[in-house]
């Protein structure tokens, strides 16, 4: 990697660049003239509050937060509620892929057959739809969480791991382990996969380093990938039988097939993980203000961007090795999660990016399985067309609501 | 005036242009031609005698290698001028088929129409239904790009993501269908692979009138070149000559994606390096455009059948071999970001 584009590039040039992001901070520097502003509705108390408790702050409250008292614990009472209601509809949709399918179950069929462990539903539950379910849910959990990252770090939406490199990178590389049987152990498969996810990124960033504003660095992003994705193609061409399930997996992500063993393969990784995006929560924070306000409160933003850089890699590059890119989930669930909460900290905003993910990746998963049954259609497919259409109406009523101001 | 001089002395002068591109075009079908499957380079000669002696070299040359190649270079040519025309009315240097959602929603259509059996493969209705989907497809990037369509990268970047959500629908009712490898491919990537006579008895005459009309449109195409007070000045309404110019470059792109699927990049790179070639002047760049997207798609479909030959094969393998939109799209993309670099690029049309 190299640290000085990947930190510095979109992200210390925003104040120079003709994009608007005047208030500090603009979570969104790529965003239509404005809709920064509205976005983030905070910038007057903003660099003021965390100046202030910085030092003492970032573990604890890690956000550009705070000047309004009064209303934060209601705020913060409603918050839970709300996250609550979140919690159990990816509860409930979580429940009907277990009880959803050929044979459908009742959730008391569901508790009777975990007591029959010889019937076949039992066998069904636990070696089909649980795992699957399970890997899902991960790389649904894994995809939220790093497209947030990614989105913060570079402070703009479309900074998704798609458009980045990361995604078709991974895929390249776990593409090509498999159509051409290279031996690699199955444990060490994320581990290419994360230096396919890094080889991308790297290049993208590479590359985009001198084109100057945000959206030229994501163009540059999209060739790449464009590029990549076409490698992808070449590769699986070259299968000495040509699975157009194969295409799917590893360029838009599939759950076909996904077993215990898959999840063991990305549990280590994944768990792994976690603590890094802890870590990685004061960061955002700071990032969040902007690369000025950074410097003065003693975080070098470029290293802290390749941090966070890092940690978004590592969690695409596992879910890719087991299931392929879940399309576009890593754009959709921040950017629904920021048009919830408009004015959260970095920490709320991951919690309901990782909710949505998994709900959005295992609701899909379920539809594509069940919607027209002895046919399963590719997850990815579903959630590329329903995540970037939707996503980008998101953003677009975002901008407009910015057009007043 | 002088500045006029000087961009006319840094192209190339128009003949010399045209010669070298058709020999190179002659060049690549000859690429096509020779390379590939089941008949080896040495007996490629003989084959095209149709002296009897190898009735199956014969046929393999005569009803696959040479529609292929012909087929290439037209869908190349309708790609090309549709990039083109695309970037002369909407004002992008950057706007091509596939980053304008035209290309995605063209191959959406056909296979829509495919699958609800309303247009047969190979039939005129394929033409028409791309041609509906293409023009759905850029309504869309319309729709969802917001404010902000004017930029020209913003745009292209939406381009590409809106491309991506239509081969998601794609690949979505290929599942539904249940396509065949092959065909599969082609709809989500763009390849030559298994085309006869009959795709190319397909895409001439749509190609042949499209390009025509194209270049029939090249006094409104310099007009338009100029922005739209000046199309106003000299009493065009720039509206319905860009819709005009719209929808001879989107019935382009259908006639090449209803056979060929969508090759990426040839339409973005063609006219991109035609105007490098022969400046502005569009009753130029239209038959340079054309040319160009020739000879890329052709010799991208040959260099990827090259690059068959050379990878081993297992025993018993079925391979299809690489699809000639990989290549155009890895090297296009490397031109992309070439251009991308090069910031006067984007300068000159904004």
Redesign the interface.
């Known amino acids: 990697m190299t640290p000085d584009p990947a930190g510095s590039r979109p992200g210390a040039r925003p104040p120079a660049a003709p994009l608007p992001p005047a208030g500090p901070a603009s979570a969104v520097a790529g965003e239509p003239a404005g809709a920064g502003q509205v976005e983030e509705p905070h910038p007057p108390a903003g660099p003021s509050a965390p100046a202030v408790r910085g030092p003492a702050g970032p573990r604890t409250a890690p956000g550009p937060r705070g000047a309004d008292t009064p209303g934060r614990a209601g705020r913060g009472l409603r918050g839970a509620a709300s996250f609550g209601a979140g919690a159990a509809l990816l509860a409930a949709v979580c429940l009907a892929a277990l009880c959803l399918g050929e044979p459908v179950l009742s959730p008391a069929g569901l508790v009777s057959a975990i007591g029959r462990p010889d019937s076949l539903e039992a066998l069904v539950v636990g070696e089909v739809r649980l795992p699957r379910m399970l890997l899902g849910l991960a790389a649904g959990v894994a995809l939220g969480c790093a497209g947030l990252l990614l989105q913060e770090a570079l402070r703009n939406p479309l900074a998704v791991p798609e458009l980045l490199g990361v995604s078709a990178g991974a895929a390249g590389v776990t593409a090509a382990i498999t159509v051409f049987g290279l031996p690699v152990a199955a444990g060490l498969v994320p581990a290419f996969a994360l230096a396919g996810a890094v080889g991308g990124g790297a290049l993208c960033l590479a590359v985009a380093r001198r084109a100057g504003d945000a959206a030229s660095v994501l163009l540059t992003g999209a060739a790449v990938s464009t590029a990549l994705t076409g490698s992808v193609y070449a590769i699986t061409s070259m299968a000495d039988r040509f699975e157009l399930g194969l295409v799917f997996r590893y360029l838009m992500g599939s759950l076909v097939g996904a077993g215990w063993e898959e999840l063991a393969m990305v549990a280590p990784w994944l768990l792994g993980a976690a603590p890094l995006l802890v870590l990685c929560l004061p960061l955002l924070g700071v990032l969040g203000l902007g690369d000025d306000a950074a410097s003065a409160l003693g975080l070098d933003p470029a290293r802290a961007r390749l941090a966070v850089l890092a940690t978004a890699a590592v969690l695409v590059a596992v879910t890719v090795a087991a299931c392929g890119p879940v399309s576009w989930v890593g754009f959709l669930a921040p950017v629904l999660a920021r048009r919830l909460h408009p004015h959260a900290e970095p920490r709320t905003r991951l919690l309901w990016s990782g909710l949505l993910g998994g709900l959005v990746t295992v609701g899909a998963d379920l539809a594509a399985r069940t919607a027209l049954h002895p046919i399963e259609l590719p997850l990815g497919a579903f959630t590329g067309s329903v995540g970037i259409v939707g996503g980008l109406l998101l953003l677009r009523a975002a901008g407009a609501k910015a057009v007043p101001r | 005036m002088t500045a006029v001089g000087r961009a006319r002395a840094r192209t190339v002068a128009a003949p010399v242009a045209v010669v070298s591109l058709l020999a190179l075009a002659a060049a690549a079908a000859a690429g096509q031609l020779l390379l590939g499957r089941g008949l080896p380079v040495a007996e490629v000669l003989p084959a095209l005698l149709r002296d009897g002696a190898d009735p199956l070299g014969e046929r393999i040359l005569w009803e696959l290698r040479l529609p292929r190649a012909a087929v290439a270079l037209l869908a190349g040519a309708c790609l090309g001028v549709s990039g083109l025309l695309l970037q002369v009315a909407l004002r992008n240097p950057?706007a091509s088929p596939e980053l304008t959602g035209v290309g995605g929603g063209a191959v959406l259509g056909v296979v829509l129409g495919l699958r609800t059996g309303l247009v047969s493969a190979q039939a005129h209705t394929s033409v028409l239904a791309a041609l509906c989907g293409g023009v759905g497809g850029g309504a869309?990037l319309w729709l969802?790009?917001?404010?902000?369509r004017s930029?020209p990268?913003?745009l292209?970047?939406?381009g590409?993501?809106?491309g991506?959500?239509?081969?998601?629908?794609?690949?979505?009712l290929?599942?539904?269908s249940?396509?065949e490898?092959?065909g599969?491919?082609r709809w989500?990537?763009g390849s030559l692979t298994g085309l006869t006579a009959a795709h190319a008895a397909l895409v001439l005459p749509w190609a042949a009138v499209g390009i025509g009309a194209a270049w029939l449109l090249s006094p409104v195409l310099a007009v338009l070149q100029g922005g739209d007070d000046h199309a106003r000045s000299v009493g065009l309404e720039p509206k319905s000559a860009r819709s005009a110019v719209l929808l001879c470059a989107v019935l382009l792109a259908a006639a090449a994606v209803s056979v060929v699927g969508m090759a990426?990049?040839v339409g973005l790179i063609a006219p991109l390096l035609a105007s490098a070639l022969v400046g502005r002047d569009p009753r130029l760049l239209v038959p340079v455009a054309a040319l160009i997207g020739a000879v890329a798609l052709s010799g991208a479909d040959a260099l990827a059948q090259g690059v068959?030959l050379l990878?081993p094969?297992?025993p018993?393998?079925?391979?299809?071999?690489?699809?000639a939109?990989?290549?155009?799209?890895?090297a296009?993309?490397?031109l992309?970001?070439a251009a991308?670099?090069r910031?006067g690029l984007l300068n000159t049309g904004t």
Do not use: H, K, M, Y
Not at chain 2, 144 to 148: M, P, Q, V
């Open positions: 950057l869309l969802l790009s917001g404010r902000r930029d990268v913003w292209t970047v939406n590409v993501i809106v991506v959500a239509l081969s998601g629908a794609t690949s979505v290929l599942v539904l249940q396509a490898a092959a599969a491919l989500l990537t990426g990049f068959t990878v094969e297992g018993q393998a079925q391979r299809l071999g690489l699809p939109g990989s290549v155009t799209s890895i296009g993309a490397i992309l970001i991308v670099r910031r």
